[in-house]
């Protein structure tokens, strides 16, 4: 079974703060993703990257991020957290078509 | 744009009963198609998938109809179970397009509520 972890399940954090979202995926896969999720919005994608040190924007990046040293690890980090970032945050491994996701991070900025 | 459309955002159902959830696409090139089911605090899980060149993919309770000249696919489910209530995401891509074809387009999601 893939296996998507992400660091954390529930973080806060106060505006202006720098936060590092770490993932990781045991399955050896190139592709992974940020997204975040919002009530009605769906899933938006943030970053995503398609090899080691390569990445590519999604369709939200503005305000965020990311790191991708190693195969297995991806990072999001937002460079100074502001409240309209409290968000559902998800990070997802490709196999093939399909995108295997982590449990989320719940962030909440106050 | 929104080149997924999931149009109905909630759908109840009673238990037992057949739960359809439907999903539109606007771009031609678009060739594999996903659902996906999330629950609350939780990351989605890939449910079923189906490719252009079939109309239908089953998979015990669930099977996915592709209508490719409508651009319209459909998830069935049944019957519907209590357990079967979360969010319900439409996704596609172009898969047959190397080099095009590492994002998946989402749809916004529909809450399906399966009642006791």
């Known amino acids: 079974d893939v296996k998507v972890t992400q660091s954390s399940r529930y973080l806060v954090k106060r505006t202006g703060e720098k936060v590092f979202l770490e993932c990781v995926q045991d399955?050896?896969?190139?592709?992974m993703f940020w997204y975040r999720q919002d009530p009605g919005l769906g899933l938006r994608l943030i970053y995503f990257s398609y090899d080691v040190k390569m990445k590519e924007k999604g369709d939200i990046p503005e305000g965020y991020s990311v790191s991708r040293e190693k195969k297995e690890r991806f990072s999001l980090i937002l460079e100074s957290a502001s409240t309209n970032q409290t968000s559902m945050y998800l990070c997802?491994?490709?196999?093939?078509?399909?995108?295997?996701f982590g449990p989320g991070t719940r962030l909440t900025v106050l | 744009d929104q080149q997924v459309k999931q149009n109905s955002p909630s759908l109840s159902v009673q238990e037992g009963r057949i739960s359809i959830l439907n999903c539109d696409y606007t771009n031609s090139m678009f060739d594999y198609f996903l659902w996906y089911k999330k629950y609350p605090a939780e990351g989605p899980t890939f449910l079923i998938s189906?490719?252009?060149i079939k109309d239908k993919n089953e998979d015990g309770r669930f099977t996915v109809f592709l209508n490719k000249s409508a651009k319209h696919l459909s998830l069935h489910i049944v019957p519907s179970q209590p357990g079967d209530s979360a969010v319900y995401f439409c996704a596609a891509t172009p898969w047959g397009n190397a080099g095009n074809n590492r994002k998946l387009i989402w749809g916004l999601g529909t809450s399906l509520a399966v009642n006791p």
């Open positions: 189906i490719s252009s």
């Open positions: 997802a491994s490709r196999s093939r078509a399909e995108q295997f």
């Open positions: 399955m050896d896969h190139e592709n």
